[in-house]
């Protein structure tokens, strides 16, 4: 990693573009949407509703790291950090096959898939806009 690399772009206090916020909040919910399940299932294997409570210990904590590196990635932009785009739109990225599963579930779910297809969408867009390329690959002074 390269000082030029982790160095904050914009500094703190400056003007970030709106893009750029809106998609690292979006990848914020998304990753504090995937720790909530993930503790939800282990609570859920504790409390006797699993028949399998070591798998669902496991697999409920593999779901919370996996919603902490999406939080990490949304910090890191909002710092200016330009690491955290790649996990931030791969995170953005993999709800658009969740949403179509979804989808194909039917009923509630199908509204829940529509939502989360529209979030992983603008986050996409967001954190690919133009503004938002700017403000993290912009060449730094000093």
Known sequence: MTAESSAPVPAPGADRPTALTVGAAITAVEGAALAVVGVW????????QS????????GGLVIVLLGVLPLFAARALLQGRRWGRSPAVLTN????????????SGGAMAAVGVGVGLLGLVGIGALLSPKSTAALYAPHEG
């Open 51 to 58: 028949k399998q409570l070591a798998l669902n210990e496991f």
């Open 41 to 48: 299932d282990m609570v859920a294997a504790l409390s006797g």
């Open 93 to 104: 990225s993999i709800c658009l096959p969740v949403a179509y599963y979804m989808w194909q």
